[in-house]
């Protein structure tokens, strides 16, 4: 059987990552993330070692091994520790469970429309908008992408640019971000890294920029946060596309 390739659009920001397309071949796997598979048109179905799933939507715990099988579909990354993530399934779930029609028809139409992905599943879940980001988290978050490459910027320093005290920063940036910073860091890391890839630069050179120790680094945590090599992803993908927004 000749072999698939991924073409289509996706976006990755912290604790969140989304694509519309064409999936390509993608072997069992397991990863970090919570995973939302959802048909372009008709049903979808899912590998899993209790054996194959089919339905028009189909939500994946992260950890559970899987097998996406399916010409088009929207599919949607979640951090276990975002809002979004924990709300979609319990702490360690085990199983895959269908989505209700009606969450997949919203989730379908915003991306269609270019409204917020994020803010659809919080309108689902009844969780509440996003308050309006505080001006020094913007102070924050550059000095995170400007020291991503450098060993990182350190909780103190961070908090210091906050004008909070260490124990109050890390609440202060989870309210901000929904992430504890750790798991921040490593969105931002590979957001970074695709990036790169996706302007031409090497999987080394990405690697490098983004702060992994080597392209195998960069590569085993892409395939354990997606299922994926980045390489092969990008070579048929438009990321950052205008097809939906994160926030």
Known sequence: ??????SGSALLSAGFGAFRGTVGDNALHAHYAHQLVIALNGEIGVALPTGPLRAPGIAIPAGLPHCVCAEEALLIYLDPLTPEGAALFEPRAGAALPLAAQLCGELLSAADAGRPLRGALRDAFGLS???????????????????????????????????????????WFVEQTGLPLRSYRKWLRLELALHRLAHGHNLTDAAHAA???????????????FGLNPAALLQGIVLDSSFVQAA
Do not use: I, K, Q, Y
């Open 211 to 225: 702060g992994f120790a080597d392209s195998a680094h960069l590569s085993r945590t892409f395939r354990e946060m």
């Open 129 to 171: 908008r996003a308050a309006p980001p505080d001006a020094r988290m913007a102070v924050v978050a550059d000095a995170l992408r400007a020291g991503v490459n450098t060993g990182g910027v350190s909780r103190l320093r961070l908090a210091e640019l906050a004008n909070l005290s260490p124990s109050r920063f890390s609440h």
């Open 1 to 6: 059987m000749p072999s698939r390739h991924w």
